[in-house]
């Protein structure tokens, strides 16, 4: 087998370029669900259902929680629109360090409304990739080595990695909901 010729690659993936039907299977089974890889990778399935306090709980000090999370990928949504030129309003939370908004104070109502943000910044970037010219999707940034395209298919790989947090951190706060309801379930008695 010959060598992997590391500048050949990259001069290959600077020019690589999804085409739109991939995006957009993409970030639909990343973002909804139905990917072979299942339910666990899916963004909305990993918030169904989560109440404020589930969403904010924190799994450990330094750790992110989901409300957090759907946040990161509501502003990630909004940068890749302003990366592919559209214009967009101001983000509606403040930064706590690059690309992580600070979520308000945790309501029924605030989740709601930035799970809203999240789909609504969605269906605008896949209206977007869906409608984007071959020539968007091949465009390569000032400073970067990746294509637009490219881009917008590492959005959806970052929505599974994200899901798989998501759905690893409602477990814990489920497993620590259970404990704290049926304490007798967690507990060693010793005769």
């Known amino acids: 087998m010959a060598p992997l010729n590391v500048k050949r690659g990259r001069a290959v993936e600077?020019?690589?370029?999804p085409s739109t039907p991939l995006l957009l299977r993409s970030l639909r089974e990343n973002y909804y669900g139905g990917g072979w890889?299942?339910?666990?990778?899916?963004v909305r399935e990993a918030v169904r259902g989560l109440d404020a306090s589930a969403a904010a709980w924190r799994p450990g000090a330094g750790r992110?929680?989901?409300w957090e999370l759907t946040l990161h990928l509501a502003y990630t949504r909004q940068m890749m629109l302003k990366r592919m030129g559209l214009p967009?309003?101001?983000?509606?939370h403040r930064l706590t360090k690059p690309w992580w908004p600070d979520p308000p104070a945790a309501t029924g109502d605030g989740w709601t409304a930035d799970l809203d943000l999240l789909e609504s910044l969605h269906r605008r970037f896949v209206a977007a990739v869906s409608g984007a010219s071959p020539r968007l999707l091949a465009t390569v940034r000032p400073r970067r080595n990746?294509?637009?395209g490219m881009e917008v298919l590492g959005?959806?790989?970052?929505?599974?990695?994200?899901?798989?947090?998501?759905k690893i951190v409602r477990?814990?706060?489920e497993t620590m909901v259970r404990s704290v309801h049926e304490p007798s379930r967690h507990r060693t008695t010793i005769v």
């Open 171 to 173: 477990r814990m706060w």
């Open 88 to 92: 967009t309003p101001a983000f509606p």
């Open 37 to 42: 890889h299942g339910p666990s990778a899916a």
């Open 146 to 148: 990746l294509t637009i």
């Open 14 to 17: 600077r020019a690589l370029t």
């Open 155 to 166: 959005v959806a790989t970052h929505d599974a990695y994200h899901a798989g947090q998501m």
């Open 64 to 66: 992110h929680n989901i």
